[in-house]
């Protein structure tokens, strides 16, 4: 993962955050709260510096520790999760309504 500059959008104005870039098109931001955003993001001229491009979702909390390996870790276990695994352990067993496109 790359230290980068994530430009992200708040509607009316975009927000700088920290971040790593884990592939050319998503970078990961910890909000000062620990709320950790995976975000969909497109490079700038600046080489350091992305902007977002599309959707965002929050991936977790951390609160007190070091994002970075909690980031890695994540990122494997979602490489050698099915897709089915993450909707039938993880999101069907949240108690809000989600809303896909999927069929």
Do not use: W
Not at 12 to 18: K, L
Not at 72 to 81: G, P
């Amino acid at each position: 993962m790359k230290k980068v500059i994530v430009m992200y959008d708040m509607v009316a104005e975009f927000i700088q955050y920290d971040g790593f870039l884990i592939d050319e098109h998503t970078a990961v931001i910890a909000e000062k709260d620990g709320t950790v955003l995976l975000v969909e993001v497109q490079p700038t001229d600046s080489p350091d510096v992305f902007k977002q491009s599309g959707g965002s979702m929050v991936i977790g909390n951390t609160a007190g520790k070091d994002v970075v390996p909690l980031v890695v870790s994540f990122i494997a276990k979602m490489k050698r999760m099915s897709a089915y695994d993450l909707f039938r352990n993880t999101i069907v067993k949240m108690n809000d309504d989600i809303q896909f496109d999927l069929i």
